[in-house]
């Protein structure tokens, strides 16, 4: 290898190893972009594209096995990291994979009906939030439902997307939120996607182990007063819960807004009587705003420490620079 080929690849591994020093900051970046404009209409989302492009791939592709299913999650897992590289910008990865501020703007539209007595309106709103079968739900049901999904989604549409992003850059970021649509789609306990579905189950469960327990710890440093109740939630209730990893968000936001979560959830072919959450009384409307708060000033906390960490690392490079 000649001088020059040696100072061009030596060049090229700074500029990579500049830009992921920036990847925490972009990421924070981004947290703030989507809580400033929230998420583009669905006709031009690249999330939505993505979500039409996997349901062509499925229907070419779907057999009930678990080899075709693999294959589905490694095709979409690619796509969104392909779309990632394509992008170039962390920032504008990590705005297109957080939906903070949707989820904030529908739980509150749902709480709004609840508080105006429309049954009606709040069920008819719940499935852009939650799978279950809105039909025959209370306002106290669907009240726990929406605090549920608040704290289920802060970990799928906040924290994840953007501990990925601040790890692996714009790929880490569209990547991530391949998996979770993917998830989305696919990951059902039904007799179409037991076994098709399970490669995309497992994968959303293993990009989302730490991120949720990143956001139970969130919580509690944004509650400090509730640290030591969220802490015997997580370790005495969330066990309980079918999702190692939702159980983990639900038991720190039940036991942060000192709420009881659990109980039967019907499906549109089954029904699961989860365990208790929390010790407190049933979430009512008036907790849905806390709901929200919570979540929005987790994903504040998560901006800060970022944005905070970044500029840490920025200024030892450049004091070690100068000596």
């Given at each position: 290898?000649?001088?020059?080929?040696?100072?061009?690849?030596?060049?090229?591994?700074?500029?990579?190893?500049?830009?992921?020093v920036?990847?925490?900051?972009?990421?924070?970046?981004?947290?703030?972009?989507?809580?400033?404009?929230?998420?583009?209409?669905?006709?031009?989302?690249?999330?939505?594209?993505?979500?039409?492009?996997?349901?062509?791939?499925?229907?070419?592709?779907?057999?009930?096995?678990?080899?075709?299913?693999?294959?589905?999650?490694?095709?979409?897992t690619?796509?969104g990291?392909?779309g990632?590289?394509?992008?170039?910008?962390?920032?504008a990865?990590?705005?297109?994979?957080?939906?903070g501020?949707?989820?904030?703007?529908?739980?509150?539209?749902?709480?709004t009906?609840?508080?105006?007595?429309?049954?009606?309106?709040?069920?008819?709103?719940?499935?852009?939030?939650?799978g279950?079968?809105?039909s025959?739900?209370?306002?106290?049901?669907?009240?726990?439902?929406?605090?549920?999904?608040?704290?289920?989604?802060?970990?799928?549409?906040v924290?994840?997307?953007?501990?990925?992003?601040?790890?692996?850059?714009?790929?880490?970021?569209?990547?991530?939120?391949?998996?979770?649509?993917?998830?989305?789609?696919?990951?059902?306990?039904?007799?179409?996607?037991?076994?098709?579905?399970?490669?995309?189950?497992?994968?959303d469960?293993?990009?989302?182990?730490?991120?949720?327990?990143?956001?139970?710890?969130?919580?509690?440093?944004?509650?400090?007063?509730?640290?030591?109740?969220i802490?015997?939630?997580?370790r005495?209730?969330?066990?309980?819960?079918?999702?190692?990893?939702?159980?983990?968000?639900?038991?720190?936001?039940?036991?942060?807004?000192?709420?009881?979560?659990?109980g039967?959830?019907?499906?549109?072919?089954?029904?699961?009587?989860?365990?208790?959450?929390?010790?407190?009384?049933?979430?009512?409307?008036?907790d849905?705003?806390?709901?929200?708060?919570?979540?929005?000033?987790?994903?504040?906390?998560?901006?800060?420490?970022?944005?905070?960490?970044s500029?840490?690392?920025?200024?030892c490079q450049?004091?070690?620079?100068?000596?």
């Amino acid at each position: 290898m000649t001088q020059a080929a040696r100072r061009c690849r030596l060049s090229g591994r700074r500029t990579a190893y500049s830009e992921s020093v920036t990847w925490p900051a972009q990421a924070a970046a981004g947290i703030l972009l989507d809580r400033m404009l929230g998420e583009p209409p669905a006709a031009i989302h690249p999330v939505a594209w993505f979500g039409r492009l996997m349901t062509l791939a499925e229907r070419a592709e779907y057999r009930d096995s678990h080899r075709a299913g693999i294959t589905h999650a490694i095709l979409g897992t690619a796509i969104g990291m392909a779309g990632g590289i394509a992008l170039r910008s962390t920032v504008a990865a990590t705005a297109l994979a957080v939906a903070g501020r949707s989820l904030g703007e529908t739980a509150l539209e749902i709480g709004t009906a609840l508080n105006l007595g429309d049954l009606a309106a709040a069920r008819s709103m719940l499935p852009a939030m939650v799978g279950r079968d809105p039909s025959g739900l209370t306002a106290p049901e669907i009240c726990r439902a929406v605090v549920e999904s608040v704290a289920e989604n802060t970990v799928d549409a906040v924290v994840a997307p953007v501990f990925w992003a601040a790890c692996c850059g714009a790929p880490g970021a569209l990547g991530y939120r391949a998996i979770n649509t993917l998830d989305s789609m696919v990951g059902h306990r039904s007799a179409r996607y037991q076994r098709y579905g399970w490669a995309s189950a497992r994968l959303d469960d293993v990009a989302n182990y730490l991120p949720a327990r990143l956001t139970a710890v969130l919580v509690a440093a944004v509650r400090p007063h509730r640290a030591a109740a969220i802490w015997r939630a997580i370790r005495d209730q969330a066990p309980a819960h079918p999702s190692p990893n939702a159980g983990i968000a639900e038991a720190a936001f039940a036991a942060a807004l000192a709420v009881r979560l659990g109980g039967t959830n019907r499906y549109d072919d089954r029904v699961e009587n989860r365990a208790a959450l929390g010790a407190g009384a049933l979430p009512a409307a008036a907790d849905i705003p806390r709901a929200v708060g919570l979540s929005g000033e987790v994903s504040l906390l998560l901006a800060t420490l970022l944005a905070a960490a970044s500029a840490r690392t920025m200024a030892c490079q450049s004091t070690g620079k100068r000596t």
